[in-house]
């Protein structure tokens, strides 16, 4: 049963009353489509991770409606408090420690004493997080593994039992870019939908990576241990031309004239961005149907291209 639901007031009112009795609702974010629960409720963010088949120790983002309810939940250092005054609301997460009294369930947290804060500025997202007055965990709304959704068929198409708060197309298109605010220096714990240069032009500082050992990486930035963002067909990086039983994604001018798509004819890496996940998803289909593999162009690293190559590589992985 596919659940689609106008935005309006009748449909955000049915899904905030179905997330109060602690239930599932797919919620549009200027991201990516979120699988939005009750963040004080743990039977509700239980039902979350077994929705998605997500490994319990891959904890969730809790979204708020503005910087009051963020400060309820996060402890806001120097960093923490620059990034929330420029890119809030917007398409950043930043990894704060939980306040004492923070009403958010530790099941979102999969046993870290830290959280993840977002909020979107998505009207939708915003009118519902209004509506309800509490947070929301809200993972991208597919199944573990599986590509994003950017669009609310997407969703449906991957989720048939949720009813989804049908937003739209995601104008950014890619998850956030998420900040750990944890020490004096700023960690980058995922490239995403806002640029490292934007970041680091407003903090006028670089930003540490995370340590490349298994220990650093659990801890600090669990997410990075699923596999992401998969298609279902083999897809091939840096690919010049199609070879024969290759649906190839072009970028830019020089693409070759058998691309069956362009992720930005002019090179625009905003614009590859938002159409990254929607090209996967109906290729993907299209090469399942034909009994055909992807291929894609390489994609120059700046600005949102070192997201966009992130989720790509993760893609390609089998
Ligand atoms: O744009 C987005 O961020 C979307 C929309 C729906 O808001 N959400 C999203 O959620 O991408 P999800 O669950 O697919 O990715 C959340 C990421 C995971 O990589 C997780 O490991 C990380 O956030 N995360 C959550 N809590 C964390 C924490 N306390 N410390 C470090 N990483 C954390
Ligand atoms: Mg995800």
């Given amino acids: 049963m596919t659940q689609l639901i106008a935005a309006d007031a009748a449909g955000l009112e049915l899904c905030a009353a179905r997330l109060r009795q602690g239930e599932a609702v797919a919620m549009p974010t200027e991201t990516v489509y979120g699988l939005a629960a009750d963040a004080t409720q743990g039977d509700a963010i239980a039902k979350i991770y077994a929705l998605k088949n997500r490994p319990q120790f891959n904890p969730l983002i809790c979204h708020v409606a503005d910087l009051e309810a963020a400060r309820h939940i996060g402890v806001f250092n120097e960093t923490a408090e620059k990034l929330a005054a420029q890119f809030w609301p917007g398409p950043?997460?930043?990894?704060?420690?939980?306040?004492?009294?923070?009403?958010?369930h530790p099941l979102?947290?999969?046993?870290?004493?830290?959280?993840?804060?977002?909020?979107?500025?998505?009207?939708v997202a915003q009118d519902l997080l209004r509506k309800l007055c509490r947070p929301l965990v809200a993972p991208s709304a597919n199944p573990s593994g599986r590509l994003s959704p950017s669009q609310a068929a997407h969703v449906a198409a991957m989720l048939p039992d949720i009813p989804v708060l049908d937003g739209g197309t995601c104008a950014i298109g890619l998850e956030s870019s998420i900040i750990g605010c944890l020490h004096a220096k700023p960690l980058w714990l995922r490239a995403g939908?806002?640029?490292?240069?934007?970041i680091e032009a407003c903090l006028g500082d670089t930003l540490d990576e995370?340590?490349?050992?298994?220990?650093?990486?659990?801890?600090?930035a669990p997410g990075r241990l699923a596999r992401h963002y998969a298609p279902k067909a083999p897809l091939r990086l840096n690919a010049?031309?199609?070879k024969a039983g290759e649906l190839l994604i072009g970028f830019g001018?020089?693409?070759?004239?058998?691309?069956?798509a362009n992720l930005s004819p002019n090179g625009d890496m905003t614009e590859a961005a938002a159409l990254l996940f929607s090209?996967?998803?109906?290729?993907?289909?299209?090469?399942?149907?034909?009994?055909?593999?992807?291929?894609?162009?390489?994609i120059p690293e700046d600005g949102l291209g070192e997201a966009i190559n992130d989720r790509l590589r993760r893609a390609a992985q089998s």
């Fill in 193 to 198: 939908g806002l640029s490292r240069a934007a």
């Fill in 210 to 220: 995370v340590p490349e050992t298994q220990d650093a990486e659990a801890k600090l």
């Fill in 240 to 242: 010049e031309t199609g």
């Fill in 108 to 123: 979102a947290s999969a046993g870290l004493d830290t959280l993840a804060i977002r909020i979107p500025s998505h009207r």
């Fill in 279 to 298: 090209t996967l998803h109906a290729l993907d289909a299209l090469a399942e149907a034909q009994g055909k593999s992807l291929a894609i162009m390489a």
């Fill in 92 to 104: 950043l997460t930043l990894v704060l420690p939980r306040t004492p009294d923070c009403p958010v």
């Fill in 253 to 260: 001018q020089d693409a070759p004239p058998n691309c069956v």
